[in-house]
């Protein structure tokens, strides 16, 4: 135990510690799912997620498909941290803790990781979609040349395009993402006791495939806006993007790419979850 570190301190270092390894954890699996997501957001020539998937591996092999991760890696692991540092923070600051909080409390809790969260990600994920996206990620020579290439034709400013719709991602996605694992984990799990691993996972599950299915609209405007090609709009935004997307695609195409979205959202944060609650209860007997 750490006698001269406040009991402050020490919650937020868990969350911290648990929550790096739930990201680094997750993104190695879900990554591909990820590739495969935004090459149909940004892209018309695949007939679905199983021929993209199989045309990228046939064409440019395996490999592209964790194109662009080593970005997205540390982001993750920064991002969740960052989600379950604040979530705690959030809880502890306002309502004296994580215990026996109402559903109100909990998603109001979720919603104020949007903030932090977006901040971080939305440069990480735009050199993540340069790189992924068929029509950008030829341009580039990898992660690095991406940076480079952006800061000097666009401004350290392009790093932030879509930042907005970042935020508008996060903040009600935040909200019904611990919602959903609260509602999911303790139907499954006795009054008064502690949540099983099984309840864990299907929390993580639900929390993932609720999180994507209410935001996927802003995710398909944000990945448009960050991925805009040489001649195009520089800085088009997010209302002329969602646009461009009803009057080619209507409705539907707020939702491309949810069918690959959805598997890999289970999966993934059923691992964070899991991760953050192991690793956590290692770092309690240390903190």
């Not at 959030?90 to 109001?108: H, M």
């Not at 340069?130 to 290439?149: D, E, W």
């Not at 800061?151 to 508008?168: C, P, Q, Y």
């Not at 993402?177 to 502690?194: H, V």
Request: hydrophobic share 40%.
């Amino acid at each position: 135990v750490c006698p001269k570190m406040g009991p402050e301190a020490r919650e937020q270092i868990k969350d911290l510690g648990a929550g790096t390894m739930g990201g680094l954890t997750s993104k190695v699996i879900e990554y591909p799912f990820d590739t495969v997501k935004v090459r149909l957001q940004t892209s018309d020539k695949y007939t679905g997620p199983f021929h993209c998937a199989r045309d990228m591996a046939r064409t440019e092999g395996v490999s592209s498909l964790f194109r662009g991760i080593a970005a997205p890696i540390g982001g993750a692991m920064l991002e969740t941290s960052l989600m379950f540092w604040a979530y705690g923070s959030s809880a502890r600051i306002l309502f004296g803790g994580k215990d026996n909080l109402t559903l109100s409390q909990i998603t109001l809790c979720g919603a104020l990781t949007g903030f932090p969260i977006a901040s971080w990600l939305t440069p990480v994920e735009y050199l993540k979609c340069r790189l992924q996206a068929a029509h950008t990620a030829k341009l580039y020579s990898g992660i690095g040349g991406c940076l480079v290439h952006t800061v000097r034709e666009d401004g350290l400013s392009a790093l932030f395009r879509g930042g907005f719709a970042t935020l508008l991602r996060e903040v009600p996605g935040g909200a019904v993402y611990f919602g959903a694992y609260e509602l999911m984990s303790r139907s499954l799990t006795k009054k008064g006791e502690k949540a099983s691993t099984l309840a864990i996972i299907a929390g993580g599950g639900m929390a993932g495939l609720s999180y994507w299915s209410a935001i996927m609209p802003f995710d398909v405007i944000k990945s448009k806006m960050q991925t805009v090609s040489a001649g195009e709009a520089q800085f088009p935004g997010v209302i002329e993007t969602a646009s461009k997307i009803f009057n080619k695609s209507g409705v539907r195409g707020f939702y491309t790419g949810l069918l690959v979205t959805a598997p890999r959202a289970i999966l993934s944060n059923a691992v964070i979850f899991t991760t953050y609650d192991y690793f956590r209860g290692l770092l309690e007997n240390v903190f």
